[in-house]
């Protein structure tokens, strides 16, 4: 990556075409780049600015390469399940050149090939009091610096859960203490493909200004922007289902 | 804000550099910054892309004043609350040129202030399954896009939880379903004041390789980089308290 082409994306270009990275190429990830994208992570914003975060960077020595394993696993079962649950094989899923086949073929690739990743990440929460649903808003920013660092230096990555599925297992393997929350397992590499724009719903759908559903005639997206139904198939957000 | 000036930032200057604003100038946010920033705080990752996020736009119509007055009077409860529960009058609280006492004055003045930032967003995450820990993982990145496209943009903004101790009054105000969370309150407008780097801990105590307390040779901040102590004082993470 010559830093030239490094300090060509501008912020806002960035922001609008960071995608989900799921294939990597051999290339490993360099110390300096990895030294960068944990800085620029933890230059987000934290409750009271506690930085309450740890990363725990799994590469391939022993440990690390066992930890990739487990996850690797959970991997493989929680896109099983839900291939099946969110029936991607039906449908458009049975045309090739379709969104939901095109992310079908990738997450295939994804699950069996998990463990190649040249790094894998693993953000976590250090509680300072009981449970609280802003918790996220001190781990998650920087979860996402990370990822538009990376992408700002030509790398790239995709936040996933996996972790949740192994949380005992890999807190044993780590020697990880029992209080710390694993946030999010993140994979990085250099990316096969290439970033660009992401797809979402209309602009219109999210934004509401002086009350709940009044849509304002501002909220429209930049002209050519390509959308998407949001979600797995059957999926209705719920609101005051009664 | 020029088009120059705006497309000169790079994403990572832009991520390194995004501090939380907390003076606003009078100046209005136009309809075509706030789309602007909305459609890329949108780009951000979500669960499954379920895209689970909403956004209440609080300007100057009436409901919008009467919430950001709810708001306001919040902000200067918590921060009375946290000025006396941090002791931000007392140690280096007491020397004027202290990070501490221009931390508590700039809390001071936004408390007092909070009802004239031009723009306050309320971003909402709607829940589609039983409260999980990794909720926060598809609504607060797309927070952290929204202030680092706000800032690209030359404006500034800063996540406060302060919607938290009036969620009821504003669910009952602006009409918002009872199942939705409220996750954040973010003012926005053009800066008084800038942008620049922020200070955190050193890199070494958040980063680990291949297990916990694992510090890697590697994990350095950029040469001149200015660090802070983290959190409220006498602030200890919890790590298995026993």
Not at 71 to 78: D, P, Q, S, V, Y
Not at 120 to 144: H, K, T, W
Request: hydrophobic share 35%; with cysteine; glycine share 10%.
């Amino acid at each position: 990556m010559s830093e030239s082409k490094t300090h060509m994306i501008g912020l806002l270009e960035g922001i609008a075409s960071t995608r989900a990275i799921r294939r990597f190429t051999d290339e490993p990830v360099s110390d300096e780049d990895l030294a960068q994208i944990l800085f620029l992570a933890t230059r987000a914003p934290s409750g009271s600015n506690r930085q309450p975060w740890r990363f725990i960077v799994l590469r391939d020595d022993e440990r690390s390469l066992q930890a990739k394993q487990l996850l690797g696993e959970m991997a493989r079962r929680m896109w099983e399940f839900k291939r099946r649950g969110d029936r991607y094989d039906e449908g458009s899923g049975q045309r090739k050149d379709s969104p939901k086949s095109r992310l079908a073929r990738s997450m295939d690739h994804f699950a069996a090939h998990f463990e190649e990743a040249p790094v894998v990440i693993l953000p976590c929460f250090l509680p300072y009091r009981e449970s609280n649903p802003m918790d996220g808003a001190s781990i998650y920013p920087c979860c996402q610096n990370l990822l538009l660092a990376a992408r700002g230096l030509g790398l790239g990555g995709v936040m996933t859960g996996f972790q949740a599925g192994v949380d005992q297992e890999l807190k044993a393997l780590l020697g990880i203490p029992e209080s710390v929350v694993l946030s999010a397992c993140i994979p990085l590499g250099h990316p096969q493909g290439s970033h660009g724009p992401v797809r979402r719903r209309p602009l219109s759908e999210f934004v509401f200004e002086g009350g709940w559903d009044q849509t304002p005639t501002w909220a429209v997206d930049p002209t050519g922007t390509r959308h998407t139904r949001a979600g797995p198939p059957g999926h209705r957000t719920v609101i005051d289902p009664k």
